[in-house]
């Protein structure tokens, strides 16, 4: 290899180093002539010999030269480590007690309207459409005001929603037909075994594992649902069985829909309005199939002379209370995972269960207290071990 210095000099000045590859153990060391002394920018210096690279380093000793950096004080140092902040995880701890707080607000209002309706026009299919419509038309108007931004969605987005829609349209019609045929409260004590099917469906469909508490903790939730509906004074089989496939169809929906959720650009309140939306088009022609325009005429006529101009209000309050807690709900949802959504929604059943049997003066037996009571402790140990 051959490196060619030159200086910038008056004079054409040329250094030339020949280098060959050094034999370590056999080469000896080569001296350099001394520079003759000149006139500045007027020497000629030419090394005939081959100058290896050994030559310039003393054998058995070798320096390191270590510089060491110094920033400039002037700026500050830019280190990008995020530390967990004890302020912003209080503020997101009382964001999701505010959801959680008006999502079973809106829940007990709701339940009371709902449940209003379906004694005086019992058709719940009709009655879980209309609440589907106006959660759609709502959303439609955010969307067109700009009041919500609209969400970007695809053809893949829409095809993972499809089964969230599916659940959900089953579960919200089977919830619908339960308290159709039996109390507020007795529906909302069947579907507080909700975390028992939660397990159950993420261990044998997921294949999860819990520690043994988690398992000690359903049998409180079983026994006490259990209990309570042998014990109910005004029992029927399809309202029992409404609960518990709303039970099952809701787990499906939370799992698909956090799922869903993962990964996605649609906010939780976009996304609960894509959903009404989807499964608005799948119950449609089903409600229409099962019960008709001409029974929900007559029914809608005898409702009105009965009740007055008020049942109209009544089908307008369940509908928009209806889109509204679901709508917070998933906005919680957006946040917490599957089993923790599923206690939150156990735990709102407290508040439904207590005012539904105040308002509607439901006779209780004591058993029956004793059944549904054992089952909210279940789900609040289950909460505590989960």
Same mark, same amino acid.
């Given at each position: ?156 987005? =829409? ?58 903790? $359903? ?60 499964? $608005? ?14 029974? =929900?005429?007559?029914? =809608? ?11 109209? =209000? ?18 919680? $949802? ?42 909210? $402790? ?9």
């Amino acid at each position: 290899m051959f490196a060619t210095l030159r200086q910038p000099v008056k004079s054409h000045s040329l250094i030339t180093l020949s280098h060959q590859k050094p034999a370590l153990s056999n080469a000896e060391p080569s001296s350099v002539p001394s520079l003759p002394s000149s006139k500045p920018g007027n020497f000629n210096l030419s090394i005939t010999k081959p100058l290896h690279v050994s030559s310039l380093l003393k054998p058995r000793k070798s320096l390191v030269e270590c510089n060491a950096y110094e920033a400039n004080r002037s700026e500050p140092l830019d280190v990008n480590i995020e530390l967990p902040s004890a302020q912003s995880e209080t503020a997101r701890k009382v964001k999701l007690g505010i959801y959680f707080a008006t999502w079973w607000a809106l829940n007990v209002v709701f339940n009371i309207y709902n449940k209003k309706v379906l004694n005086a026009f019992p058709y719940p299919w009709l009655t879980s459409t209309l609440a589907l419509a106006a959660g759609s038309l709502m959303m439609l108007v955010s969307w067109a005001t700009r009041l919500v931004e609209p969400p970007k969605t695809d053809l893949g987005f =829409w095809k993972t929603l499809l089964p969230v829609a599916v659940a959900h349209t089953i579960g919200h019609v089977a919830a619908t037909v339960s308290m159709s045929k039996v109390a507020v409260s007795f529906t909302h004590i069947i579907k507080s075994g909700e975390p028992a099917f939660t397990v159950f469906v993420s261990r044998f469909l997921l294949g999860e594992t819990f520690p043994m508490p988690v398992y000690l903790s $359903l049998v409180p939730i079983i026994g006490g649902c259990a209990l309570a509906a042998a014990t109910e004074l005004n029992f029927n089989m399809i309202g029992f069985m409404g609960a518990m496939i709303s039970n099952l169809a809701f787990v499906f929906r939370n799992i698909f829909s956090k799922k869903g959720m993962t990964g996605k650009s649609v906010s939780g309140m976009n996304y609960y309005a894509c959903l009404s939306m989807l499964s $608005l088009l799948l119950l449609t022609p089903f409600a229409i199939a099962v019960e008709g325009p001409q029974a =929900w005429a007559a029914g =809608w006529q005898k409702a009105v002379s009965d009740i007055g101009p008020s049942f109209v =209000w009544w089908v307008a309050a369940q509908s928009i209370f209806y889109h509204l807690y679901n709508q917070v709900s998933y906005m919680s $949802l957006d946040q917490i995972s599957p089993l923790t959504f599923s206690i939150g929604n156990t735990m709102k059943r407290i508040s439904v269960i207590v005012s539904s049997i105040i308002i509607f003066h439901t006779p209780v037996l004591p058993i029956n207290a004793i059944g549904a009571a054992i089952a909210i $402790l279940g789900t609040f140990l289950y909460s505590q071990v989960i």
